[in-house]
């Protein structure tokens, strides 16, 4: 049932950026939500069995109330999910998943170094964001939003992903062309 959500939203609903900003946000925290639901982190990601998956957004937030609503209430796996906000590197490592907009996208490179070890899945929508390390981008094509998986990025973070999400997404590995490209 939740795939086929998540692939009607993939499939129908074209991204109208140009047009309002706040409704490509509204689809991406969707997406976020829905990668949450098809990524397995190891126990050692959490600080206990009770710890909730916290989904961070690094910095500059551009869902507004967007990813708040569409987590509000929602648990997996026994565990709550939690928004945060957060604008210290440090502070990332207490995240399941992180989120980092095209205008934190110059700080890439500090942002990964400061979650080695860490098993945080890193979500960016910056051109050649996975390539460069990153985990998941979302890219638009023909005017629907997309995705990208860095399988190697997802190996060291220790992370386990369905196969049914891999199967929607455009497979890439660090610093080369997308698989079959």
């Not at 989120?99 to 500090?110: A, G, I, M, Y």
């Amino acid at each position: 049932m939740a795939l086929a959500l998540f692939i009607a939203v993939t499939d129908m609903i074209p991204i109208w950026a140009q047009v309002n900003q706040s409704v490509e946000y509204q689809v991406k925290a969707a997406f976020l939500y829905n990668f949450v639901k098809f990524v397995d982190w190891p126990p050692d990601a959490f600080q206990s069995e009770k710890s909730p998956i916290t989904l961070c957004v690094f910095r500059y937030d551009p869902f507004g109330s967007a990813l708040d609503e569409v987590i509000a209430g929602q648990t997996l796996n026994n565990r709550r999910l939690l928004v945060q906000q957060i604008n210290k590197l440090p502070d990332l490592k207490a995240c399941q998943l992180v989120f980092v907009s095209d205008r934190e996208d110059k700080h890439l490179p500090e942002i990964l170094d400061s979650l080695e070890g860490a098993s945080a899945l890193v979500v960016g929508e910056g051109e050649d964001f996975a390539e460069h390390r990153g985990g998941i981008q979302f890219f638009l094509e023909n005017k629907r939003l997309r995705f990208a998986v860095n399988v190697d990025a997802i190996q060291r973070a220790r992370l386990k992903v369905s196969s049914k999400l891999l199967a929607l997404a455009r497979i890439v590995h660090d610093g080369r062309h997308p698989k079959g490209a």
